[in-house]
């Protein structure tokens, strides 16, 4: 275990002491002062590692993230968990904007908001499946060009409007749950809408309970209400586009 | 004659069989991978609509019974309706669709490589004779220090205190340009493997991950970062000698690309780490990059990734401000920037973008290399330039205009037997060099064609010592953005202003 002071810290010489550490065997680091550093866990390895951030973390949390355990105790930027591979990301504030950018695997669990651009490109491959849990509400371009993976988002705080245009364009993978209906016929024509069934809620448990575990709330009102499951309509959405010279 | 169904579209070239020279011996029906040809019961048969003009079938009949000529049923000639634009009208009206195809545009347009005259040694200053004399070729691909700190040592020898900023080491200024295992075949990625190997330059993966068995290659291979950001994790950016950040590709400036479905087979869902026959869709942006700061965030994001060990470099097409773009590239961090000019090849790309957006290289190249030297920051990056390299005059030209180093593409497919027909997006490739499809895919030896690529840069490189020694210089690095060396012919002032060249005969 360690603890590191951030502040005043190049972001370079935070993560160097991040890489270092790892590499000596250190699993548990304590992080306090962060104030705007980027890319802390970018890049580490190992499922044991946890990094337990007091500040505010800054741009690509976790990039290229490939096992470690990042737990940030109040918002973040943006770009958090950029092409992430595999881990774990708790964030007991809000999130900045393009959260989970590529992500191939692991999972990002948000307490509060996020901004534009979630789960963009995010993506499954074999028994990876990356996860990202919204409590809050999520800005436009949510789930665009999304090819893989869960999105969960919540909207726990009550407010009736999705503000959120752009809604899973050009989706052609992957599924979300909704807890609220939305109008549907402002969104994508890439995607369908179903109410989701007990095979799916049973499914989603498993990962609620973690969310909820991890934050330490409540799962009865979580699944209180219905879900709803939003699925692409296609895995190939442009084959048709095309003719050839 | 057979024509495909109702189009109006008639065949392009007609598969000739001399029946007097054929043995029927069917090689050009396992050959052909368009199904051009079927044997009748007692000869071949050619459907003539199926035919590309890809050249297989007559390099590999035995009795040379086969020739491909273009169909004389010709179209009325007119300047102003040319064929291709009647065709594309007929094929639109009956599909709906945006017009695409391989390889790079084939408009003509000014080529000014070729306008472009090189400067030789006569009595007053000697030329080098490069049989006999030491001529460096070799290129270091990197940010370069902007000044060197020496200390002594005890017997007064220099020992060097800067630490250098990472550089990949080239033997010759050649590179393979990108092209991932999805657009072309794995064998034909081998080959350059293989290739870049033996010659001890570097190939690119381009945005379709790095195959297992391209893992041991790993001193001679960029790796790219592109929007899809396929097969793109830790190790992957640490497995190669740099890291390509790929914004645009000079056949398509600003649009993506799809590897469609069908061809996302088990090897290349594994490669590109994505789910079998699902399309693979890069988008057009990177959408965390809508800048110059947030480019400069993805440069350091991978450097961290890889602990500053290695250089990044970014891949741009030539558009029209690119001197400026270059200038925000180099200050947002990056080591190395890959001009592609609009002339560069492709797996698939709408005609549209491909004949009508970019600009050409030669100009790009020019302004760029200006650029850098006026801000005074010319050393903080390389340049790579592309975008139909094809010959050894192409590479010194471009070189003399400000490149470090050029990057072929085509001209290594050429390698490979491709004749350039433009078909590359339908898989269908009868040389194996795009396509999956096991039966093409295997005919393609990477042994063989590795040493055809290494014959190629090695004959290129020995003219290019070759024209170095008749210009008096004995290094690649005296050549390097010297257009005092060159001279214009057929340009006007304003062309000429924009290569920063001199007419010739001043």
């Known amino acids: ?245 | 004659m057979t024509k495909s169904s109702f189009s109006n579209i008639q065949s392009e070239y007609l598969a000739l069989i001399d029946h007097n020279k054929c043995v029927r011996c069917k090689r050009c029906i396992q050959n052909c991978g368009w199904g051009t040809y079927s044997f009748g019961g007692d000869k071949i048969l050619a459907d003539h609509s199926k035919c590309v003009a890809c050249g297989r079938c007559y390099t590999y009949c035995p009795e040379g019974a086969i020739s491909i000529v273009k169909n004389p049923t010709v179209l009325r000639e007119n300047a102003n309706w040319k064929e291709g634009l009647i065709k594309n009208i007929w094929r639109q009206s009956e599909t709906g669709g945006i017009v695409i195809s391989g390889m790079g545009t084939t408009f003509k347009y000014k080529k000014y490589f070729d306008h472009i005259l090189l400067d030789a040694c006569q009595v007053t200053n000697p030329s080098i004779d490069p049989l006999r004399e030491p001529m460096e070729l070799r290129t270091y691909l990197g940010k370069k220090p902007s000044k060197l700190d020496i200390d002594f040592d005890e017997t007064g020898e220099p020992i060097l205190k800067s630490k250098m900023p990472p550089q990949i080491e080239l033997q010759t200024p050649f590179v393979f340009g990108a092209m991932s295992y999805g657009s072309i075949s794995l064998n034909a990625q081998k080959a350059m493997a293989l290739a870049a190997r033996a010659l001890g330059i570097v190939m690119n993966t381009g945005e379709g991950g790095l195959h297992d068995d391209l893992v041991p290659f790993g001193k001679n291979i960029i790796v790219q970062v592109a929007s899809g950001r396929f097969g793109v994790h830790r190790d992957y950016l640490n497995s190669g000698v740099a890291v390509e950040i790929k914004i645009g590709q000079g056949a398509k400036p600003g649009i993506g690309g799809h590897l469609p479905g069908e061809k996302i087979g088990a090897d290349i869902s594994r490669t590109r780490m994505i789910p079998v026959g699902t399309d693979a869709i890069s988008p057009a942006p990177h959408h965390d990059i809508y800048s110059i700061e947030d480019l400069r965030q993805l440069i350091y994001a991978v450097k961290e990734a890889t602990d500053y060990e290695k250089p990044v470099s970014v891949k741009v097409a030539a558009v029209h401000n690119i001197a400026a773009i270059v200038s925000g590239i180099v200050r947002a961090g990056a080591d190395i920037v890959y001009i592609d000019g609009y002339t560069g090849g492709t797996g698939a790309a709408p005609n549209i973008i491909k004949d009508h957006v970019g600009i050409p290289i030669e100009l790009a190249l020019a302004q760029v290399d200006e650029r850098l030297r006026e801000e005074g920051i010319r050393n903080e990056a390389s340049i790579i330039a592309a975008g139909s390299i094809r010959s050894s005059a192409d590479a010194v030209k471009a070189i003399a205009l400000g490149a470090d180093a050029v990057a072929i593409g085509t001209a290594a497919l050429v390698v490979m037997g491709c004749h350039v027909c433009g078909k590359c997006n339908t898989g269908n490739c009868s040389w194996g060099i795009t396509t999956q499809r096991p039966e093409l895919v295997r005919r393609l030896d990477p042994e063989v064609y590795g040493e055809r690529l290494y014959n190629l840069i090695s004959a290129w490189s020995h003219e290019i010592q070759e024209v170095l020694g008749a210009m008096g210089v004995n290094s690649i690095e005296s050549l390097r953005g010297s257009k005092e060396r060159l001279r214009g012919v057929e340009l006007t002032d304003a062309e000429l202003n924009a290569l920063g060249i001199k007419h010739a005969g001043l």
């Open chain 1, 1 to 245: 275990m360690i603890t590191i002071d951030a502040a005043g810290m190049h972001y370079k010489e935070l993560n160097r002491l991040i890489r270092e550490g790892i590499e000596k065997g250190i699993r548990k680091f304590f992080l306090e002062n962060v104030n705007g550093q980027y890319y802390i866990g970018d890049g580490i390895k190992g499922d044991d590692v946890v990094i337990n951030i007091n500040g505010i973390p800054g741009n690509d949390l976790g990039a290229f993230m490939d096992g470690p355990t990042l737990i940030a105790n109040n918002n973040v930027q943006d770009n958090v968990g950029n092409t992430m591979n595999a881990g774990k990301i708790l964030i007991k504030g809000d999130a900045g904007d393009v959260v989970g950018y590529g992500m191939r695997g692991g999972k990002i669990y948000i307490l509060g908001n996020a901004g534009y651009r979630v789960g963009i490109h995010m993506k499954g491959y074999n028994e990876q499946l990356p996860i990202i849990i919204i409590g809050g509400k999520v800005g436009s371009f949510f789930a665009e060009y999304m090819a893989g993976g869960i999105i969960v988002l919540l909207g726990l705080n009550d407010s009736d409007e999705f503000d959120s245009e752009y809604f899973a364009s050009g989706m052609h993978g992957g599924t979300i749950y909704l807890r609220k209906k939305i109008d549907f016929s402002k969104y994508s024509k890439d995607v369908e809408l179903y109410e989701a069934d007990e095979n799916d809620m049973n499914f989603l448990k498993k990962y609620l309970i973690d969310y909820t575990d991890s934050f330490n709330i409540s799962s009865e009102e979580i699944t209180a209400k219905p879900f709803y499951k939003i699925v692409p309509s296609s895995a190939r959405p442009y084959a048709h586009l095309y003719t050839s010279a």
